[in-house]
């Protein structure tokens, strides 16, 4: 049984037009941000969504706890639809978000203890005193830290309080975004392994969304790859590292400068640049990128589609893997 | 051996702080050779930037060099008048910032920029304008002469951090300095400023300093690499070594944690308990041993720099005995 069901959803955000438009609402344009995404989550497990700048991962984050409304398709989480923004208030009870900016997203002016009692205050539960002490010492922080400013906090101990503050309602299903963004190489492991601690403790669901691949590997079951608002690949993340399906993914895995001098990179993986959302490719979104470019990518849009078990790939060309790992 | 182009000794710096004096560098000690790309490495707060402003001593005003020189071809340019060190900059010493939008004019375009950027060379504008496209193919830029038409918006980060580099080029520096070149990019982008440095470095006939955090950078780019810690040049090792015979218990740390590193996907991922020292107070004996899984009671006096090979060396007590 799968705890979040996510089917063709699509999201388009009005572009301002000039004074012309606002007389002619017809002639108002909007952009793609995603489209055509699908996918699911089970209890207990974490998908990592990764992806460039610009990709819409963000967005897609937002569109799935309703904070930006998709514009088509479906989202079921719990085995219930979510549409309406009284759906998505129910949902948000059982789910939360840790932002990427650690520091921005708590209230300057609020303490730690306020922080950490805002979310159940919201959804009408009190807020006892020990609770909030008990999720400090969930996240390892002293109890001392209640009456403590944001300001006074390093960026771990502020992703400390983002986690706190994200399970405060016992939720059930986590989206992280760049839950280690900003922070140095020797404190990323404590903030990721107190989730991974905590995610089997709390039989949690995790989305985290990252660009950081070397990260996201070790932490996620599964790994969803994103390019220009479309999934172009779904599937376990050792296989998916071991054998990318999609040449975007082969691209992005390659590029990842490795920790060691014997085994530098001797050629590009990838050339050119992202296109802008403005200017995406008909057809096949990778083809002003992609080394096996032919003329039916630029005619039909591949689909995603399961090219060997539990494995996903939007390319007219994916083959399943030949070799040991299936 | 070529002589050193830079030499940076036993620099001290200070920053007048509300709270009290902070010791930003304590004692770091670095060598440039003509052709070598040096990597200079380290975690947030561990005066890396410190250092490589120094280099072209842009420092804040609440800096102090409390003792040690920065020496150009054998000549301390921190005791320099400022118009010297000004001609110094950009012509001898040019700097390539982490964030390519706020190191451009955003009312001008490049063009007006790189030719700016030349106002030293005693030469004709249409000159310079040929040198800036000259330098624009060179780092590959598509379209050179729309590019200098452009405004810094119009171009994407990638993009910016190319012209960023040729405007470095500009007027053939012998040293480059390039403080986190990468961070602000993604990863495909990251990968080919990465191999733009590289190709640059052949025929490029100066020293390039690279700053980073990223330890797959260092491995990528650079010959030689400082390792620094809460101030101070822990190890210095060609790049070979520093990865796989690191002599610091902060680099094989740092290594170590670096999820980059492992082939099979750890569950729980390696971490360095413990945080930086107070450089407002920082202790007498090895700064790194409040974290240090080796750490004795010697530690607590001040670490010897162990010279494990001509090349390489280590600020740690415990670097003598056998790696």
Known sequence: ?326 | MNPPLLEIDALSIAYHTDHGKLSALRGASLIARAGEVIGIVGESGCGKSTLAASVINLLPHAAQVTSGAVRYKGQDILTLPPEAQRALRGQDIAMIFQDPMTAFNPVLTMGAQLVDFQHAAQIPRAEKLNRARALLTRVGMPDPDLTLRRYPHQLSGGMRQRVAIAAALLMNPTILVADEPTTALDVTMEAQIIHLLRDLRREYQGAILVITHHLGVVAELCDRVYVMYAGEVVEEALVDDLFHAPRHPYTSGLIACDPGHFEQAAPILPTIPGRLPDLRNPPIGCSFAPRCPLAETICATPPPRVQISPTQSALCHKAGGQP
């Open chain 1, 1 to 326: 049984m799968t705890l979040l069901t996510v089917q063709n959803l699509a999201l388009d955000l009005p572009l301002r037009g000039g004074i012309l438009s606002a007389l002619n609402p017809k002639s108002r344009r909007s952009l793609q941000i995603f489209a055509d995404v699908s996918f699911t989550l089970n209890p207990g497990e974490t998908l990592g969504l990764v992806g460039e700048s610009g990709s819409g991962k963000t967005t897609l984050a937002r569109a799935l706890l309703g904070l930006t409304p998709a514009t088509h398709g479906t989202i079921h989480f719990d085995q219930t639809a979510r549409r309406t923004p009284a759906d998505f208030t129910a949902m948000r009870a059982h789910t939360a978000m840790m932002f990427q900016d650690a520091i921005a997203s708590l209230s300057p002016r609020m303490t730690i203890g306020a922080l950490l009692a805002e979310p159940l205050t919201i959804h009408g539960h009190p807020a006892p005193k020990t609770k909030i002490a008990e999720m400090l010492a969930l996240v390892g922080l002293p109890p001392d830290f209640t009456t403590r400013y944001p300001h006074e906090l390093s960026g771990g101990q502020a992703r400390r309080v983002g986690v706190a503050r994200a399970l405060v309602l016992n939720p059930k299903l986590v989206i992280a975004d760049e839950p280690t963004a900003g922070l140095d190489v020797s404190v990323q492991g404590e903030i990721l392994n107190l989730m991974t601690d905590l995610k089997t403790r709390l039989n949690l669901s995790y989305l985290i969304i990252s660009h950081n691949l070397a990260m996201v590997r070790h932490v996620s079951d599964r790994i969803a790859v994103m390019y220009l608002g479309r999934l172009v690949e779904i599937g376990p993340t050792r296989q998916t590292f071991a054998h990318p399906l999609h040449p975007y993914s082969q691209s992005l895995i390659a590029s990842e400068p490795l920790p060691d001098p014997r085994k530098r990179r001797q050629d590009l993986a990838i050339k050119g640049e992202i296109p802008s959302l403005l200017n995406r490719p008909k057809a096949c979104v990778f083809q002003s990128r992609c080394p096996l470019v032919q003329a039916i990518c630029r005619t039909d849009p591949p689909t995603l589609r399961e090219i060997s078990p539990h494995r996903f790939a939007r390319c007219h060309f994916a083959t399943p893997p030949t070799g040991a790992l299936s």
